[in-house]
């Protein structure tokens, strides 16, 4: 096996940050582009990286939702929720994902991003499987058909 091999292998866990926005009647989700196409290439992407050795998957979401988008646990509104588990991604990106979601309180309090994120935004679903990256559009459409039915019953 090479490193490669073994590098797209590995489990990596994800997080997607949410809120309903109330001008758009709609949940905004957040994602970031990395500042390297190499990790990903230059599309808006879940922020996601390797499960580290002895770390629960949940925890290794939140911390990568820390480093690549700036995520306060103060301003997570719930505990983050797993809706997707060892997905495979696509058949380039050889890797399975552990993916959660997370209600955020306030949009704008986030902490400065790594300088692996080249930038980070809020996008409806729709917008995302418009211009995001492919692997990771039929999670954000799962996503957003959950929540909107949370809304419905609300």
């Known amino acids: 096996m090479t490193n490669d091999d073994k590098k797209f292998s590995e489990p990596r866990a994800g997080i997607i940050p949410y809120i309903w926005d109330e ?19 230059a599309v808006l992407q879940i922020a996601k990286g390797v499960i580290e050795d002895t770390e629960h ?21 719930e505990k ?4 997707f588990k060892s997905l495979q991604i696509t058949a380039k990106d050889k890797y399975s994902m552990n ?33 995001g990256r492919k692997g990771h559009r039929e999670i954000v459409t799962e996503l957003d058909k959950i929540l909107s039915k949370q809304q419905e019953k609300a």
């Open 23 to 41: 001008k758009k009647g709609a949940y905004v989700y957040m994602f970031m582009m990395p500042s390297d196409a190499k990790f990903g290439g």
């Open 57 to 77: 998957p949940e925890l290794s979401a939140v911390r990568e939702g820390e480093e690549e988008l700036g995520l306060k646990r103060s301003n997570m509104a």
């Open 80 to 83: 983050p929720f797993e809706f």
């Open 99 to 131: 993916v959660y979601a997370v209600e955020i309180k306030n949009k704008k309090d986030f902490n400065k991003p790594h300088f692996e994120t080249k930038f980070t935004t809020w996008v409806p679903a729709e917008r995302f499987n418009q211009i």
